[in-house]
Structure formats: C-alpha cells, structure tokens
C-alpha cells in the first residue's frame, strides 16, 4: 500500500461557476428525446429497444410433448415394474420430434418416442431409454433395427419428462414489454413466436468531429508538432458500443468557418453532435464560439476532474429540428471520460433506453487520490478482489489528462468527491464500474 503524501495546495474557497455533474446529466437529458421508430428484422435489431409490447398469438409449447427420449406409456401400465421384474409392453410405433401419432397408446403398449415430439394420445408419462432393457434387445449391428416389445425396469409416474402445453407461455399473454432492450434472450422468444420483425426505435446517428491544426488522421505519416486524433476514434468506438451509429466528419481546423462548415454537414443527417477540443479559454478554442453563434449553449463547465471544459446546447438543424451538441474537452482522457458520464446516457436516451448510471461498488483505495480544486475527480483505477474477498481500488498509473492508457487499463473510476481534499490510501470509496466480466452494455 503507498503511503500517504502531503497534499497540492488547494484553493480555500470552492468554484461558483461551475455545474455539478448530476445537474448537467438532468440538463443533458432534458434536450435528448427519444427517436421515431422503425421496422427491423428481429436478428438486426439487437441492442434496440422494443417500441410496442409482445402477445403471444399461441402458447409454447403449443402442445405436450417429451422432455426426454424414451418410451411414451400409461404410467399404470409400469406398476411394479423393477430391474429384477420388468414390466414388458408392447411397441406399437415410433415418433420423431415435429410429427403427430395418429394413435392412442392403450394399456400395455408403448411408443419410442425422441425430445421435443408431442404426446401421443392415451400417454400420460414418458420412460427414459436408460429405465427400459433396450439397449439389450438389439444384436450387435442391429442398432436400428424394430423393437416389438421392451422391457420396463423402474415404474413411471403420471406426468414424468413430460413439457406441458403453455408452461412457458399463454395464448395472449404480454412476454416482452415495450422498452425492453433486445439481446439474445430476447430475440430467441421472438422467434419462438414465429415473429420475424418488430417496431423499435431508431439509433442515434451520432456526428464526430475533432477540432484542431495539430492533427494527423491515422495512417498518415508522423510530423513535426503534429499529433493523432484519437480522439473521434475512441468516441466512434464508444458510439458503437453503447448503441448508436458514429458517422466521423474528419478534423476541422481551428477557424470559425472550417468547424461551421463541418457542423453544418454533420446537421444534415444527423441526431446528436459530439465535438471534442475548442471548448475552453483559449484563443483558438471555437467550438463554443460557433454553438453560440449557430445555436444555444446551455452550459459550458463541470464540476468535475478530469473534464471540467464541457459544453452543452443544441444546434438548429433542417426540418426545424434542434440537435444537441456535446463539445467535449481535447485532452483524450477529459474526452472519452465526459463521453461515459454525458454521452452514454444521452444515446441511452434517445434510443428510448432508461438512461441508468454504471453500477457503484465500495472498494478500499491502494493509494492517494488527491482532490486539489473542489471538483469531482474521477481517478482511473483497476479493480480486484484480494485474498479476503474485499474490493481494492489500484490506480492504473499517473492520472494526468492525457495519459490515455490510463482509460484503457481501467477496469473502473475511484470517486474523490468534492467536498473532500483526499481519499487516503487504506480508505473506501465509491468506484463507478466500467468493465465487467458480464457488462451491463
């Protein structure tokens, strides 16, 4: 465990000008409106949400059938059936899943009968293969050939291996909600239900768009004073991930008219606008500029750290539509950060999603985290279990804004809030989890 070090200086009175971050999560939402719907075949929509409920037109199963291969009987024909005594019953035919008997099994016979095939009538139990003498009633490269009679080694009960009609579902009851979210489950009770499309609501198309002269695209060679937008990279892939469609508009430079330009292609087609540097103090960060001047900003600071230069508004957009606008900061951690707290749950909601936080574990931290200006600050940590079951937080290296391998080792971000100069080594906090072995996404 690293000990303790003496705190940065920290600021004596807290900011006022700042947003804290629940209250720019509310104002976030309260732009972000869900999206018309649209008809999807079941097995594309996956990761959508369900925009009408789901009755079922039939039950499932539609009929009783067998849960076992065996031996379709009347359980009173097995009465004091043993493995010294076997009871021997006639067989009067055989029947794979997806075909009908066209007989009834009376008393003393029986009909071989596989998983999944419906009842026969005048059946009310099903006797495995391993409880009958069937294995011995073929010769050796007889395995296929006709029984006519088998032998019955344990004594059935009524109702034994059997699936009952509508044990799983009813005709005309409500199996999927609307605002249920498909995955596999999901999809699998659809077709269940011989349904091939349904009504969801549409993804976001979400615009990305770095600004700054700076960049270089990846794949163009290095050069001087240059750097890679990673950037719209990481925020496509975050896009995609939490369900919505990233279209990159490329880089704008660092003028008025460049971005401009860029927002208003980004306007023709699309729902929500991710933007990312050119929204702090300096001379050349534009992008609030431009949401001033072609929009409205709502907000434009966060009380939180990394992040705090975040802005929010929207943009007029053809058709009279209003398109939000995240301007997120430039520094790669800052970005994809913002974009977790803000942008996830802004997708989640216009995808009709309930825009839920990340699950919240208490974990004792390994080391310091230092809270030096008043603001949240969202460490990135690496979540383990030690050798007692406890949680710990291990911070995954230095915690600097653009040290973007600390996003990709994070399993999870240690929460110093605040009102508070430090979370001291030794201590417990809350940590956000971010990356399960079964995530949440």
């Not at 605002?179 to 969801?200: C, F, K, N």
């Not at 929009?295 to 943009?315: E, Q, R, Y």
């Not at 699950?359 to 230092?370: F, G, L, M, S, T």
Request: charged share 25%; aromatic share 6%.
């Amino acid at each position: 465990m690293t000990t303790s070090k003496a705190a940065p200086a920290r600021s004596t009175e807290p900011p006022v000008d700042m947003l804290p971050v629940e209250d720019a999560v509310d104002r976030i939402l309260s732009f972000c409106q869900r999206l018309p719907t649209e008809i999807k075949a079941i097995d594309d929509a996956v990761g959508q949400v369900l925009a009408r409920d789901i009755t079922a037109p039939f039950d499932i199963p539609p009929h009783d059938n067998t849960a076992m291969d065996g031996y379709a009987v009347q359980s009173a024909s097995t009465d004091g059936a043993s493995e010294s005594s076997p009871v021997r019953l006639k067989v009067i035919g055989e029947l794979a899943a997806g075909y009908l008997f066209k007989d009834a099994v009376g008393p003393g016979q029986a009909v071989r009968i596989m998983t999944g095939a419906p009842m026969p009538d005048g059946a009310d139990t099903i006797v495995p293969f391993e409880e009958t003498d069937e294995m011995g009633l073929r010769a050796p490269g007889q395995e296929h050939a006709a029984i006519e009679d088998v032998g019955i080694l344990k004594a059935a009960g009524p109702g034994n291996n059997i699936r009952r009609r509508g044990e799983d579902v009813r005709a005309g009851q409500r199996v999927l909600d609307a605002g249920t979210v498909l995955r596999g489950p999901q999809v699998a009770v659809l077709a269940s239900l011989g349904v091939g499309e349904v009504e969801v609501v549409r993804r976001p198309r979400v615009a990305i768009l770095s600004t700054g002269d700076e960049l270089l695209t990846p794949g163009d060679p290095p050069a001087a004073g240059k750097i890679y937008d990673s950037n719209s990279y990481g925020l496509s892939a975050l896009v995609s991930q939490y369900g919505g469609i990233p279209q990159r508009f490329g880089i704008a430079q660092d003028t008025i008219s460049a971005l401009t330009a860029k927002i208003n292609e980004a306007l023709e087609s699309c729902d929500l606008v991710i933007t990312s540097a050119g929204v702090s103090r300096g001379d050349f960060d534009v992008v609030k500029e431009v949401l001033a001047r072609e929009g409205a900003i709502d907000f434009w600071t966060v009380k939180m750290k990394p992040g705090k230069p975040l802005a929010f508004g929207d943009f007029a957009a053809p058709g009279e539509r209003r398109v939000p606008h995240i301007g997120l900061p430039g520094n790669p951690v800052s970005s994809l950060l913002a974009f977790e707290l803000f942008g996830r749950l802004a997708i989640y909601q216009m995808m009709g999603r309930k825009p839920q936080p990340r699950p919240i574990i208490r974990a004792i931290a390994d080391e310091d985290i230092v809270n030096t200006d008043w603001r949240r600050v969202y460490a990135r940590a690496i979540l383990e279990q030690d050798s007692e079951g406890r949680w710990r937080a291990r911070l995954t290296g230095p915690q600097g804004s653009g040290v973007l391998t600390s996003m990709a080792l994070a399993n999870g971000y240690a929460v110093c809030p605040e009102d508070r100069e430090r979370v001291r080594a030794g201590e417990e906090c809350d940590v956000i989890m971010v990356d399960w072995d079964h995530p949440l996404d």
